[in-house]
């Protein structure tokens, strides 16, 4: 099992920065990719960025490209998202989720995560 535990989210106002942070915990070693996902009210779950566990393969959802970027410190089996030039409608839980089989990518579907984080709220003043 792996655990994961997200930090970080807060209220800003538009335009502000926020750093999330994801700290994977029990059985790493067969940790893969990592991703974060979030969810607005009255929404579903969708996804927001990927990245692989040597951190080769990165992808965004095109909302956020250009604002966020996603990193990982596997030394730490932590997980960043940096969050510049927020937006009302980046308002949302953000989760952080990891595949717990090793495999090789990164994947934009839920289904590809095995293991999820409680959450953090970002809410984005306007």
């Known amino acids: 099992q792996v655990q994961l535990l997200e930090s970080g989210g807060g209220l800003v106002q538009a335009g502000g920065s926020l750093r999330l942070s994801c700290t994977a915990s029990?059985?790493?070693?067969?940790?893969?990719?990592m991703g974060w996902f979030r969810q607005a009210p009255g929404k579903e779950r969708s996804f927001v960025a990927a990245?692989?566990?040597?951190?080769?393969?990165?992808y965004y959802a095109d909302s956020v490209k250009g604002r966020f970027t996603i990193s990982r410190d596997n030394a730490k089996n932590t997980v960043y998202l940096q969050m510049n030039s927020l937006k009302f409608e980046d308002t949302a839980v953000y989760y952080c989720?990891?595949?717990?089989?090793?495999?090789?990518?990164?994947?934009?579907?839920?289904?590809?995560?095995?293991?999820w984080g409680q959450g953090t709220q970002v809410t984005v003043s306007s």
């Open positions: 989720a990891a595949d717990g089989t090793g495999r090789p990518g990164a994947g934009r579907a839920e289904y590809e995560y095995d293991y």
């Open positions: 029990g059985r790493t070693f067969r940790t893969g990719a």
């Open positions: 990245i692989s566990r040597p951190g080769l393969s990165i």
